[in-house]
Each structure stands twice: as C-alpha cells, then as structure tokens.
C-alpha cells in the first residue's frame, strides 16, 4: 500500500503541543512502518486553515493521486475542519478508488468497517438538500428565531457551541447518524448503548453511553434542524446531520414500539466498527 502522508498547521495550531509539523510527520512515518505502507510522498500545507481546500500541497497531493493508494493524517482535523469539504473529498477518493486513513480517530477505509463510518460521514452533505423535500410534521414559531442567542445549554454531541452559533464536531457528526440508522434498522436504545461503549466510543462528557443518553439524540430535534423553545420547534440555520425526514421517523417508531411495549429489535444490527 502506498501512502500520501499529509501534515497541516494554521497560525493558531503552531502553539498547540504536538501539533508542529515535524511531530505530525514522525508519527506518521512511524504508522506507516507498522502498518507495512510505503510513503508515497509528504505534503505540508504550513499556516493554512483547514478550512479552505485552497491549499497548495493539498492541491498538489490530490495531484499526484495516481502515486498513492491511501491518505494518511494524523488527525480529521488536519485534513479538513469542515463537514462538507471532507465529504467532497471522500467522494472524489471514492471517484478514484483510493482510501483514507486518520490515525487518531481510527477512521480507515481501507477496512470493511471503517467503509461503513466514512459512509455515514459522506451522507452529512447530502442532508441539507433533503431538507428541501422535507420538513419537521410540527409548528414553527420563526418570531421566536432572532431572539435565541445562546443556546443555554452545554454543547450538544455532534456540536460545539462558537460565538452563539452551532459548529459541527467532525470527531462526533458521525456518530449521530450511526445511532439514528441503529434504531431504524432495529436496535433497542440499550444496544446501541453497549455497542458504543464496547467500541470505546466516549460520550460527551468522555464516560460510557447509557440508554438515557441515546434516547436524548434520537428525541433531540436539533439534529435535524430545529430547537424546542417555548413548547414549539424553531428552525435554526446551523448545518444539521440528520434529515428530519429521518428525524420523523425515528419519532414514529418510538410511539410505535411503546405502544407494542416491545422494546425488543426486530432486526439485529451486525456489528460494524465506528472507530
């Protein structure tokens, strides 16, 4: 396998312990060896944002793409610091049949598993058009909209909270979809909350994930676009990660299974790594 080994660091990163260049690029090489990957070549985009995708070595590496079979970085973050520049580029690696590898998150498609992850990070970009087609089945209450500000909460999973507004957390967007698609395809919230912990997969607060907290994303309009205030939903402009036609029904068979007081799966989820 060769790798395409890619090192970034903005004006504020170059401060920030283990971040520098250089050490980016050891533990990189030192990945490759143990894996048995060849390196392709480097590419060091040195004071550039992550999220701009008009980098120079950034532009050059995907260049240079019949060179390598996977992109390696150190970290999502490196790659990109928004959602819907990394999905594009997973679409174009997928043009290309090439992979992608990030070490501290554990992302890699160069397995089964890690296809299954990196797909549900890729169907964040297509979320926001479906919002077309789609709405919450619920009142809105758009005079209520300018006066929110800050939230008034703790940052919610998948989010964290910049200046008053919602900015995606890479490390956690994919997460939200593989819970909603767990409970769609039949698991109960305490599977979903074991398969989460035997993965390792911190919550929020970084402890284990409890069916309470499950429950909260599946009930939590705010992943597809909307907030509760005042006994109504809000529309909110942040980027959202699911569509609220899976928001609906998601709500709908929860109704659905308390009714039937079941609280069994119907289909068991086959186990798939998320990290």
Not at 14 to 23: D, K, L, V, W
Not at 82 to 100: E, P, T, V
Request: aromatic share 8%; proline share 3%; charged share 30%.
């Amino acid at each position: 396998m060769r790798a395409a080994i890619y090192a970034r660091v903005s004006t504020d990163d170059q401060a920030r312990e283990g971040f520098s260049i250089p050490a980016q690029l050891k533990r990189l090489h030192a990945y490759c060896k143990a894996k048995g990957w060849d390196v392709a070549g480097e590419y060091v985009d040195d004071g550039y944002s992550g999220r701009d995708t008009d980098r120079p070595h950034y532009r050059r590496m995907m260049g240079d793409k019949d060179g390598w079979d996977v992109l390696l970085v150190l970290k999502m973050d490196r790659i990109h610091r928004n959602s819907r520049n990394f999905a594009q580029m997973m679409d174009d690696l997928g043009k290309w049949k090439k992979q992608f590898s990030s070490m501290q998150e554990k992302f890699d498609t160069t397995s089964a598993m890690g296809r299954f992850v990196m797909d549900i990070i890729q169907r964040i970009a297509q979320l926001e058009s479906e919002q077309t087609g789609e709405r919450v089945k619920v009142g809105m209450l758009q005079k209520a909209k300018k006066g929110l500000g800050h939230l008034g909460s703790p940052d919610p999973y998948g989010y964290e909270i910049v200046d008053g507004k919602l900015v995606v957390r890479d490390s956690e967007a994919g997460v939200v979809p593989y819970i909603y698609q767990s409970y769609m395809r039949g698991c109960t919230l305490d599977q979903i909350a074991q398969e989460l912990n035997r993965r390792e997969v911190p919550s929020k607060k970084g402890g284990a994930w409890s069916k309470q907290a499950v429950s909260r994303i599946l009930r939590n309009p705010l992943y597809c676009g909307y907030i509760q205030w005042d006994g109504n939903l809000i529309h909110l402009d942040h980027y959202v990660l699911i569509s609220p036609g899976a928001y609906d029904m998601v709500q709908e068979m929860m109704v659905e299974r308390r009714r039937n007081s079941a609280g069994q799966s119907h289909h068991r989820l086959e186990a798939v790594e998320i990290g």
